[in-house]
């Protein structure tokens, strides 16, 4: 939900706007994931495997991990997927909500899956190789 500030001047009418923006693209983001969960987290699975960022003993598992993320991701509360996201915040500036939370959820819970051998590369490759599957996807929407 977007926060407004009402302090009645220019710097408090400025800070409404981009909080404003920063949500209308939160939804935007979260909606097209929800209306090609399938696809995306087939393409986001299989680009973390092909690049060597996780190794794996079934893409399939994988894939389905991802869906069931991305499914908990469009049905989270804003503060769920802030808790979720939060040890992650600083990991570059101006991050995309849906790629920070698919990122932490590599990091701390996918890395612990019994289909998992290992997952390499930092966060922030993880985060790119992630941003980039979803960069395509919105531009496609």
């Not at 969960?37 to 087939?42: D, L």
């Not at 869906?67 to 991701?73: A, G, Y």
């Not at 996918?110 to 979803?134: A, M, P």
């Amino acid at each position: 939900m977007a926060k407004i500030f009402y302090n009645g001047n220019r710097e408090a009418k400025l800070l409404s706007k981009i909080e404003s923006s920063k949500e209308r693209e939160r939804i935007k983001t979260i909606n097209a994931i929800r209306d090609n969960i399938e696809t995306f987290s087939s393409k986001v699975s299989m680009k973390l495997i092909e690049s060597g960022l996780i190794e794996t003993v079934s893409k399939s598992s994988i894939e389905n991990q991802i869906v069931r993320c991305l499914d908990t991701l469009c049905k989270s509360e804003d503060f769920d997927i802030d808790y979720m996201v939060a040890p992650f915040r600083t990991l570059i500036s101006n991050p995309n909500i849906a790629s920070l939370y698919l990122t932490a959820f590599v990091v701390e819970k996918l890395l612990n899956h019994k289909d998992v051998v290992d997952v390499y590369g930092s966060d922030e490759d993880i985060y790119f190789c992630i941003q980039k599957e979803l960069t395509a996807l919105m531009a496609g929407v």
